[in-house]
């Protein structure tokens, strides 16, 4: 028996799941794993979004993962030929369905849920947001539309923060049923040695180091970080600007669109590609004299809470759901949306006094705690979770 009393069979549907590393896949591994440990049967139903993976089903740290062949690509999604039978059985064996959106199949799943007497509980990660042309509308209109078929048939929507749900074109017609609930958030301390090293490796004559969390797309508009340096070079005209993450992005062209600014600060950038591994991942942050994200649109962008338990400020642009790491924590500063110099600014004001913007690693855990947000998703799954089958 679970601390609760009842031992439930979940079943998580989302598009990727480990090994993928994003934000979302990161969120849901982490919430599927610890209720695992607190007794509960957890099944994930995901494509196999990369047609090398040899298995179709396996057990990952306690977490049975169903992959489901996807021969089809639309832009960040896939079609799965298979998924309403893999879903259909899998929902009859569960208690309670968790979904998490943005997902093409959102709209089947509450269907058959609902066939079946399933509940589900929606976790919205954010609006869809596409480069603007036809097609991408397109698919954004098609998305919402399933989105609000489940969100009708729902017995309860989850939310990053009261802040985007309150400006979420998707949640915003639903805030009667949604439940505000921080992202699960955790990264080991970092390797003092392997810091030092790396700032060494980075710094050039005893200048910054500016770090960027993140794909290099459109919504999260990393050219921003980039034009910043021209008020950041006025007092740190050596500063350094490193890049963690994907940049060449098969869905869409903004690494090659923005090859002119890229070319022009060259001498000032660092591109490391998608860091996989989570010590390596504190250990960037942490060598980063502050962290920069200049999005247009973020639900919560769990890469500042990383970044502040790492020790490290973050600038953040003044945007729904984005800003709430640094307004609830102090540790860091907000610029305006889509202005380099206002982003620039801010990272001067942060550099030229990193002592106003320290916190202890215990008060950003105290403030994001990962236990609270577990509990959360235990105590709805539990409300909601259908009565004992018979058979």
Request: glycine fraction near 6%.
């Amino acid at each position: 028996m679970t601390e609760q009393g009842r031992k439930l069979k979940i079943l998580i549907c989302l598009l990727y799941y480990f090994p993928h590393r994003t934000g979302l896949t990161l969120h849901v591994q982490q919430v599927a794993e610890e209720l695992v440990r607190r007794g509960h049967d957890v099944t994930v139903l995901t494509a196999r979004y990369l047609q090398d993976m040899s298995n179709d089903e396996i057990m990952h740290n306690g977490v049975r993962v169903i992959r489901l062949w996807a021969p089809i690509k639309i832009s960040r999604g896939m079609l799965m030929p298979s998924y309403p039978l893999a879903a259909y059985k899998a929902i009859r064996e569960a208690d309670i369905v968790s979904i998490h959106t943005p997902m093409l199949e959102t709209a089947l799943v509450s269907f058959i849920a609902k066939l079946t007497d399933t509940n589900v509980i929606a976790t919205h990660h954010g609006d869809l947001v596409l480069p603007n042309n036809f097609a991408n509308r397109f698919i954004r209109n098609t998305m919402l539309k399933l989105f609000q078929y489940m969100a009708n048939n729902a017995a309860q929507l989850l939310a990053y923060s009261q802040d985007y749900a309150d400006y979420s074109y998707y949640l915003k017609p639903y805030l009667h049923k949604t439940t505000p609930n921080y992202p699960p958030i955790a990264i080991p301390e970092p390797n003092l040695d392997h810091v030092a090293e790396l700032h060494a490796k980075w710094q050039c004559q005893g200048d910054p180091i500016i770090g960027y969390s993140g794909r290099f797309v459109e919504e999260k508009r990393p050219e921003l970080a980039i034009k910043a340096l021209k008020v950041i070079n006025q007092q740190y005209p050596n500063a350094r600007l490193v890049f963690a993450g994907e940049y060449e992005i098969p869905y869409e062209d903004t690494w090659k669109r923005q090859q002119p600014i890229v070319e022009h600060y060259r001498g000032q950038l660092i591109f490391l590609g998608l860091l996989k591994d989570r010590q390596e991942l504190a250990d960037f942050y942490a060598a980063c004299d502050v962290v920069i994200l200049p999005s247009d649109t973020e639900c919560f962008a769990l890469v500042q809470v990383e970044a502040m338990l790492c020790g490290t400020p973050m600038v953040m642009t003044d945007i729904p759901g984005g800003r709430v790491p640094v307004q609830v924590t102090g540790m860091g500063k907000l610029a305006q949306q889509g202005n380099a110099d206002s982003i620039g600014q801010a990272v001067v004001d942060i550099l030229n006094a990193p002592e106003q913007y320290h916190k202890s690693r215990d008060f950003i855990e105290d403030c994001f705690s990962f236990k609270q947000t577990v509990d959360t998703y235990e105590t709805l799954f539990l409300q909601y979770a259908r009565s004992e089958r018979n058979g």
